[in-house]
């Protein structure tokens, strides 16, 4: 199999090399291909891959083929990840503090950074489907560009069910959850557990085992919720109201005032501290030679260790388990394997809100051509599947992020209970404003784009998305150029 890295010099790109070279995915890959805009980021990344390799690792490495073509990139592949980010971390960086000089919530992929930062993304990752759709209609798009829930939204009119969104939030928490609890969940299962929601914006309501809910028990066990970062976070007053345990990003929605003022406190944020970490790594890593893994490898552990800090008291520490790493790769690879035929897995991913009947074929991507005959039966149309959302109250046709059964034929979301009101009504205007920004990324409307921040909970006003809007549009000109001509 070929495995194209669209953002391979990317920081987090030897996690999954080091994932295809030991353990239960290596020999998945033959050939890794990166391509990246930046060529000293690519070179740097090159680097480390290359140290790793010199590690002794038990299996062997694919075969690395660095590129600055596209079409190069894509020719031939069978899985394509996509981690791209546009604007660098200096694009992070004023997402997150325009917002923030206005007193809102400063964070890469939640509130008003998180518009900014999908408005960004969606028209890149837009050529990059097309491309795919032209170089190598049969692969798979496996999408962890942020917003990872609106991103992949976007791409569905281009590559239908072909897309699917990846992100290791939802299934840390569940996996974390399970051991608090003494709940055996074997790898790649997802049996009894409910958890439903959005990108960075879900909760795990049901967390089976032996046809019993481990679930209540644990949030009524204090001791136990102290052992894992989730249920610290929140207070257990919190989690006995709700009866489930929140996404770790719900904290941004639910102490709203502290994680403003954590940021504030910090004097820095995130994307000004990765920023400047990255500023002395890159430089140093192509000419490390054999010590530039280790030299990664501790700039990741401290990366982790920031993770989150503002939700953090003071002193607190992450658990070793999150700081070891090895969380949203395995995820991807994982999905990657079900998809080639090697197993079916359970995994959390971001999908279209539409459960059809089990064993129903994936249709092709818009645009692939069937490589039967003319006339031919798998160039019919497929039949209509009656369908019902796996998310009940949300959109069929919307992106959610849920339990799905990963086979050959893609990714079936697993239906799950209705949100209480609450819940729903969140769901449903953060949804709201994600299809805003969808619209305006994909049409040019900037007026979708000023509802989208007008709209946001985290804003929720007319004159702040108009200066929310304003700072962004001089801190990227290419906002101003999408106004006049779309994406």
């Not at 295809?20 to 740097?44: C, I, K, N, T």
């Not at 590690?55 to 660095?66: D, F, Y």
């Not at 290791?168 to 557990?193: F, I, M, N």
């Not at 010590?291 to 992450?318: N, P, T």
């Amino acid at each position: 199999m070929r495995l194209t890295i669209a953002g391979g010099g990317g920081f987090r790109v030897p996690l999954v090399y080091r994932a295809l070279s030991a353990g239960p995915f290596a020999g998945l890959v033959r050939e890794l291909v990166l391509y990246d805009v930046d060529p000293a980021r690519l070179a740097a990344i090159e680097a480390v891959l290359t140290s790793l390799a010199r590690q002794g690792l038990p299996g062997s490495g694919p075969q690395i083929r660095a590129v600055s073509s596209l079409p190069e990139a894509l020719d031939g592949a069978d899985v394509v990840f996509a981690a791209i980010r546009p604007g660098g971390t200096a694009g992070r960086i004023a997402d997150e503090r325009i917002a923030l000089d206005l007193g809102l919530l400063g964070q890469e992929t939640t509130g008003a950074g998180g518009i900014s930062y999908a408005l960004r993304s969606i028209p890149p990752m837009l050529r990059l489907a097309e491309q795919m759709r032209s170089r190598c209609p049969g692969a798979w798009l496996l999408n962890f560009t942020n917003p990872a829930g609106m991103v992949t939204e976007a791409l569905l009119p281009v590559l239908g069910p072909r897309v699917i969104g990846i992100c290791d939030s939802a299934s840390g928490l569940v996996h974390r959850a399970a051991r608090a609890a003494g709940v055996a969940l074997p790898e790649g299962t997802l049996d009894g557990v409910g958890y439903y929601g959005l990108n960075h914006l879900g909760w795990l309501y049901r967390l089976g085992a032996g046809g019993r809910d481990a679930l209540p028990a644990l949030l009524a066990n204090p001791a136990a919720l102290s052992e894992f970062e989730e249920g610290r976070l929140f207070p257990p007053g919190l989690l006995a109201g709700l009866g489930c345990l929140p996404n770790e990003y719900l904290f941004y929605y639910y102490d709203t005032v502290r994680a403003v003022a954590g940021m504030r406190a910090a004097g820095q944020t995130r994307g000004e501290s990765i920023a400047r970490q990255q500023a002395e790594l890159y430089p140093g890593l192509g000419a490390a030679g054999p010590e530039a893994f280790a030299l990664w490898e501790a700039a990741r552990r401290s990366r982790e260790e920031g993770y989150l800090a503002e939700a953090r008291v003071s002193g607190e520490r992450r658990d070793e388990t999150d700081l070891a790493g090895g969380g949203y790769e395995r995820v991807a690879l994982a999905a990657m394997r079900a998809l080639s035929g090697g197993g079916a897995a359970d995994l959390i991913l971001n999908t279209r809100n539409t459960v059809t009947t089990a064993g129903s074929a994936v249709p092709e991507a818009p645009g692939a051509r069937s490589t039967a005959g003319s006339g031919t039966q798998a160039e019919q149309a497929v039949p209509a599947v009656p369908a019902v959302p796996a998310v009940p109250g949300l959109p069929a046709d919307a992106v959610v992020e849920v339990p799905c059964r990963v086979t050959p034929d893609g990714a079936e979301p697993v239906p799950q209970d209705r949100p209480g009101p609450a819940q729903l009504e969140l769901l449903r205007r953060v949804k709201d404003v994600e299809r805003l920004v969808v619209e305006a990324a994909t049409t040019g409307r900037r007026e979708a784009a000023l509802a989208a921040f007008a709209r946001h909970p985290l804003v929720d006003s007319d004159v702040l998305a108009g200066k929310l809007l304003a700072g962004y549009e001089a801190a990227f000109p290419e906002l101003g150029r999408l106004w006049h001509g779309g994406p």
